[in-house]
């Protein structure tokens, strides 16, 4: 079993940057494609970034795009989404979760986080 714990969150006005960490335990997630989500009050939650296990290969959203990094360390069994030129829109809670496959999709994770708030504040 894996064990996610997401940290990093908080209240950044627009046009700042927030970097999430998410922490892995329990097994390590080194070949495991990980994954960042969102849920919006009132919407579905949604793919925000993926990374295969190696992180050769990533992948974002429209909405994202040119604005978020997503990045692992192996060694740390962490993955980071780095956020900027943040807008309000972008205010949600974040889900990290990891993927037995080991590269990345937007759906279909097998192990998720208990999410963290961002709020970007106009």
């Known amino acids: 079993q894996v064990q996610l714990v997401e940290s990093g969150g908080g209240l950044v006005q627009a046009g700042g940057s927030l970097r999430l960490s998410c922490a892995a335990s329990?097994?390590?997630?080194?070949?495991?494609?990980m994954g960042w989500f969102r849920q919006a009050p009132g919407k579905e939650r949604e793919f925000v970034a993926g990374?295969?296990?190696?992180?050769?290969?990533?992948g974002y959203a429209d909405s994202v795009k040119g604005r978020f990094t997503i990045s692992r360390d192996n060694g740390k069994n962490t993955v980071y989404l780095q956020m900027n030129s943040l807008r309000p829109e972008d205010t949600a809670v974040y889900y990290c979760?990891?993927?037995?496959?080991?590269?990345?999709?937007?759906?279909?994770?097998?192990?998720w986080g208990q999410g963290t708030k961002v709020t970007v504040a106009s």
């Open positions: 979760a990891a993927d037995e496959s080991p590269y990345y999709r937007d759906y279909g994770y097998d192990y």
């Open positions: 329990g097994r390590t997630v080194s070949r495991y494609a």
């Open positions: 990374i295969s296990w190696s992180g050769g290969n990533r």
